[in-house]
C-alpha cells in the first residue's frame, strides 16, 4: 500500500516562498499521476495543481497560475510544489495525491498534509 509524505510547510510572509515535497513508499510513482489539493480553514478542499506520470502534462487552478510550479522525480518518487508570491489567501494545508489520471476526481489517495501560512 502506498504512503505519500508531504514535507516542506511552514510559516512565510506575503511574497515569499516555499517547496513542498511528497515523497511516496510502497509504490512506484512513476506509473501514477499526483496532484496538490488544499484545505484552508473553514473551507472545503480544493485542487491545486497535478502533473501526469510522465511529467508532460501539467495543470493548475486559475488562482496559481503563474505563481505556482508542480513537477516530479519519477527516479526519486517525489513530487515536488514550488510556490512563488506567496499571499494571505494561499494559507492552508497542502495535501498531495495519487491517482490513474491527472483529474482532480482520479487522485484519490492521500498525505497527511503539511500546513503552509502565510502572513501578510
Known amino acids: 500500500q502506498v504512503q505519500l509524505v508531504e514535507s516542506g510547510g511552514g510559516l512565510v510572509q506575503t511574497g515569499g516562498s516555499l517547496r513542498l515535497s511528497c515523497a511516496a513508499s510502497g509504490r512506484a510513482l512513476s506509473n501514477y499521476a499526483m496532484g496538490w489539493f488544499r484545505q484552508a480553514p473553514g473551507k472545503e478542499r480544493e485542487f491545486v495543481a497535478s502533473i501526469s506520470w510522465s511529467g508532460r502534462s501539467t495543470s493548475y487552478t486559475d488562482s496559481v497560475k503563474g505563481r505556482f510550479t508542480i513537477s516530479r522525480d519519477n527516479a526519486k518518487n517525489t513530487v515536488y510544489l514550488q510556490m512563488n508570491s506567496l499571499k494571505p489567501e494561499d494559507t492552508a494545508v497542502y495535501y498531495c495525491?495519487?491517482?490513474?489520471?491527472?483529474?482532480?476526481?482520479?487522485?484519490?489517495?492521500w498525505g497527511q498534509g503539511t500546513l503552509v501560512t502565510v502572513s501578510s
Open positions: 495525491a495519487l491517482g490513474i489520471a491527472p483529474r482532480p476526481d482520479a487522485l484519490n489517495t
